[in-house]
């Protein structure tokens, strides 16, 4: 990876000074608003949605927005899996949309509907369990979880490839805070 004519690895920063990493993190920054306008400027693809295509298979950061309202910002990448094994497969694009929103997508796959789901849940007055897998034995969390995919499946999905890790979860982040996604959230688990 080469940022501001700084060469830094991207599985660690060994073997850089202090002064080039800042400037590694000064022109990835840079980049931000730039890279944002052109998730904002991505073609909405869809998964079984007529009229849209599939989205790619490569990797990076990721928005669903829904009647103008941009809902909820991911990124996908290289799994730390496939790097050990020096493969080059990642869960890119197209296999992220249909975990979010395939019928029989799980609650750890489809984390965005499943936030969608207990913010139902919330509105009905319906009290979870604490453990995530114990949420699906209740009829009506699991009917509004079934809902919640359906929704994410009609709703627009943009993407902006971003190539290296460090800087797709950088990106993810800036563009969390700056569209003010409501369904994000980086409270640790």
Do not use: C
């Not at 965005?112 to 949420?135: D, H, K, Q, S, Y």
């Not at 797709?168 to 959230?185: I, R």
Request: hydrophobic letters at 35%.
């Amino acid at each position: 990876m080469e940022i501001a004519g700084v060469e830094l690895p991207e599985e660690a920063t060994e073997g850089t000074t202090q002064e080039e990493r800042v400037a590694s993190w000064f022109g990835m920054t840079k980049r931000m608003t730039d890279t944002l306008q052109a998730l904002l400027d991505s073609p909405v693809y869809g998964r079984g949605v007529e009229g849209r295509d599939a989205a790619s298979q490569t990797y990076g950061v990721y928005l669903f927005s829904e009647g103008g309202e941009h809902l909820y910002v991911g990124r996908t990448g290289r799994t730390e899996r496939s790097v050990k094994s020096g493969k080059t497969s990642s869960s890119g694009f197209r296999k992220r949309v249909a975990g979010h929103s395939t019928p029989g997508a799980t609650i750890s796959s489809a984390s965005f509907a499943m936030r969608i789901a207990i913010e139902a849940a919330e509105t009905e007055g319906l009290v979870l369990p604490a453990a995530r897998n114990e949420r699906l034995e209740q009829p009506r969390f699991a009917e509004l979880f079934s809902e919640a995919k359906k929704r994410v499946t009609a709703m627009e999905f943009r993407t902006v490839e971003i190539e290296v890790d460090r800087e797709s979860a950088v990106f993810e982040v800036y563009a969390a805070f700056v569209l003010a996604t409501s369904y994000n959230s980086f409270a640790t688990s």
